[in-house]
C-alpha cells in the first residue's frame, strides 16, 4: 500500500464528491478536497440550474418560465468545457441538469460518495434570508457528510 492509499483509507473517505459551480469558492473546495484527500477517488459534480429562465412580468418583477432547450443545451455545452478543464488525472466529472442540491444529493448518493465537499458564499442577510444557503441545504439533507468550506477573504 502506498502512502496516498494510506492516507484516504485513514481519513475513511476513499469517495468524495466535490461540488462545483466555478465559483472561486468552489474552486478552493475542490483544492482543499484534493490536498486532505490524496490518493481518494474524487467526482467533480456540476448542476446546470434549470430554474435560470425567468421572463419580466407586468408587475416589473420575474416569473419563472419553462425552461428554454436551446439555452439549457447551451449552457450545458459551456457548463461541460468548464468542467473538462478542472478534472485532473484519475478524477471524474457529471453534469447535471436541474436543482443544486436534489442534484447534488441524488449524485453523491448514487456514485456511493462517502463526503461531499462544497465550498460557501458570502451572501447578504436579506438575500440569505429569502434564499438560504445552497451548503445549509446540502447539510440538513444529506445522508452523508458534508464538508463546507470558506474561501478565506
Excluded: C, Y
Aim: overall charge negative; cysteine-free; glycine content about 8%.
Amino acid at each position: 500500500m502506498t502512502h496516498l492509499e494510506t492516507t484516504s483509507t485513514r481519513s475513511g473517505f476513499a469517495r468524495i464528491a466535490v461540488g462545483i459551480d466555478f465559483s472561486p469558492s468552489s474552486r478552493h473546495a475542490l483544492d482543499v478536497a484534493r490536498t486532505r484527500f490524496p490518493g481518494a477517488d474524487i467526482r467533480l459534480l456540476h448542476v446546470t440550474d434549470a430554474r435560470v429562465t425567468a421572463t419580466p412580468d407586468l408587475m416589473g418583477g420575474m416569473t419563472p418560465a419553462l425552461p428554454d432547450s436551446g439555452l439549457l443545451q447551451a449552457m450545458e455545452h459551456a457548463d461541460a468545457g468548464r468542467l473538462n478543464e478542472l478534472l485532473m488525472d484519475n478524477e471524474d466529472a457529471e453534469l447535471l441538469i436541474g436543482d443544486p442540491v436534489t442534484g447534488l444529493l441524488d449524485a453523491s448518493q448514487r456514485w456511493a460518495a462517502d463526503l461531499l465537499v462544497v465550498g460557501t458564499h458570502a451572501k447578504g442577510s436579506l438575500e440569505h434570508f429569502f434564499l438560504g444557503s445552497t451548503a445549509e441545504k446540502l447539510v440538513a439533507r444529506s445522508p452523508i457528510p458534508v464538508l463546507t468550506v470558506r474561501l478565506g477573504r
